[in-house]
């Protein structure tokens, strides 16, 4: 803590690993005495750098970018970029620790990073968000290659950005690389990746279901947030049987206890990606439905609930209205959503509970298949990534339960995906030395 003043998402995330981390390395002598986490939660780099540009008016901006390359002990550092005016060192410190351990989860060859600026994409142009871009990649590209550092989307970033950062990046390295992932699929993405972080959440929280005997069948669901995440989770949720009454956006949520269907999701993706509107404006479409102005959908009662927006959108109060309410699963797309206080309650109340790195890994993970088809220089089917990425959901469920599994039965899923996180990546760092 005194080594990272000022710095408290990256302290919360490290803690929420070392309470798991510290007892078992103490338990396994391999791990002893090589300081492995103290290796891991200083990143291998930091690239802090300026980013001016001009808007539609010749006003002169000046934003902060960064990229924070965390750990490349399995492969070339690999996670978004997000622009967002919340954005630091320490949020994104905290995401690139996570992505180390979130992709080592995957079972593919990749180490994490992440990066972005403090830029705010509300309002702009198209031609202000296409200079932005442009003048962001105008620096990064030089950190960046296919086998060195590989970003994606995240907050703010979605295909409208990447494909603006990878026009730049090919210009000024004149190359047609595989270096961002997210791609349009007219010069190189891949098909299910738009959908797979969301649909990946979905496959999880259901193989966490089947451990009860349940599934997604006449169940209630709360999504929040409206973006990437949220809207193929709400779309996957509502293909296998639930009814998602409630999704939200930084200004309020809207709630519909008919349910978003798929004309209705429809509405929301031309509102989000197209007009970029605000959700509130779902109401006015369908009048019966609500908008509570500045307010989370986590005190409505439903069956389950799936954070898709940001860090510490869910808190102790939250988590307790829920679990009062009978939830039984909570299933992280977002990273980081809930307060270390909200795990306790949903850990203690032993409802099912799937943390960010283990239940949203679906996307990085059809990122790393992009990757593989860019090398390859060949487009699989639809449904061949799919089904790449359910497998891969499931071997990250396998992996929660082979070490996350308590003497009641009860599985904790935090436990299970750190460790297994962990292992993989302590083990390259050990067979590769001091470096
Ligand atoms: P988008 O930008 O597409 O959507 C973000 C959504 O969250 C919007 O509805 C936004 O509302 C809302 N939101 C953002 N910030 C806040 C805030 N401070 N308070 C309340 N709501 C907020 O991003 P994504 O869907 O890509 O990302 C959502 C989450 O999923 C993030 O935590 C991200 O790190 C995580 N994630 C994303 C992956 C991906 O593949 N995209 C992969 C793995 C994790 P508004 O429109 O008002 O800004």
Known sequence: EARNPNEPEFLQAVREVAEVIIPFIEENPKYQGKMLLER?????????????????????????GFRVEMNSAIGPY??????????????????GFEQVFKNSLTTLPMGGGKGGANFDPKGKSDTEIMKFCHAFMSE??????????????DIGVGSREIGYMYGMY?????????????KGMSYGGSLIRPEATGYGNVYFALNMLKTRDDSFEGKTVLVSGSGNVAQYACEKATQLGGKVIAMSDSSGFILDEDGVDAEKLAFIMELKNVKRGRIKEYVK?????????????WNVKADIALPCATQNELDETDAKNLVKNGCICVSEGANMPSTPEAIEVFQKAKILYGVGKASNAG???????????????????????????KVIVD?????????????????????????????????????????
């Open 40 to 64: 891991m939660v200083e990143p291998e780099r930091t690239v802090v750098f300026r980013v001016p540009w001009i808007d539609d008016k010749g006003k002169i901006h000046v934003n902060r």
């Open 78 to 95: 690999k996670g978004g970029l997000r622009f967002h005016p919340s954005v630091n060192l320490s949020i994104l410190k905290f995401l």
């Open 140 to 153: 990064l590209f030089r950190h960046l290659g296919e086998n060195t550092d590989i970003p994606a989307g």
């Open 170 to 182: 090919k210009k000024l390295r004149n190359e047609f690389t595989s270096v961002l992932t997210g």
């Open 285 to 297: 479409e369908y009048p019966k439905a609500k908008y509570f102005e500045g307010m989370r959908p």
């Open 363 to 389: 996307g990085v993970a059809a990122s790393g298949l992009e990757m593989s088809q860019n090398a390859l220089r060949y487009n699989w089917t639809r449904e061949k990534v799919d089904a790449k990425l």
């Open 395 to 435: 071997d990250i469920h396998k992996s929660c339960i082979k070490y996350g599994m308590e003497k009641d039965g009860y599985i904790d899923y935090v436990k299970g995906a750190n460790i297994a996180g962990f292992v993989k990546v302590a083990d390259a760092m050990l067979e590769q030395g001091v470096v």
